[in-house]
């Protein structure tokens, strides 16, 4: 480690499942924690390390939010009260926060997705966003953006590499 290098504190979050395409697609206007009703199969199998997050999508239906089209698999040790992969899952969130979600969601282009699934103090909590879809030609800039950044870093390094 190099001396100046300062120690990043620990992070007590467990990260289970991360949606890295969400970011790619839409742009984050504004993140919420939410937790989230599981059975005793989906947490095991959560524990695991497997679940994922590209489909999903947040509904919110009779003042209720719901975390629809994640994919948790099945727990393979699991008998017949296994539950299914693609069910809706209730998210615990405060009613201030719904009826907010609610009300932005419904403007045009807007949506709530999931953006991360973890343990947090024993506990599976999901990060949701709101968020707007991006149009075809933002994505190219952003990446464009990215790789101008790299080429930028690295003719850096390269020229402190030879001073």
Do not use: C
């Amino acid at each position: 480690m190099a001396k100046n290098a300062k120690k990043k504190p620990e992070d007590p979050r467990k990260v289970v499942a991360n949606n890295k395409k969400a970011r790619h697609d839409f742009v984050i206007e504004d993140v919420f924690e939410a937790g989230i009703v599981l059975s005793g199969t989906e947490v095991k199998a959560l524990r695991m390390g497997r679940a994922s997050l590209v489909d999903g999508y947040v509904a919110i239906d009779r003042d209720e939010a719901w975390l629809e089209n994640v994919h948790i698999p099945e727990y393979f040790q699991g008998t017949w009260n296994n539950h299914a992969p693609r069910r809706k899952r209730k998210l615990l969130l405060h009613r201030e926060e719904i009826d907010r979600l609610g009300v932005k969601a419904r403007e045009k282009g807007h949506t709530i997705i999931p953006l991360r699934l973890y343990f947090l103090d024993g506990r599976a909590k999901v990060e949701i966003a709101l968020a707007r879809g991006k149009k075809e030609y933002d994505k190219r800039h952003a990446l464009r953006e990215q790789q101008d950044m790299r080429e930028a870093h690295r003719a850096i390094r390269h020229q402190e590499l030879l001073s």
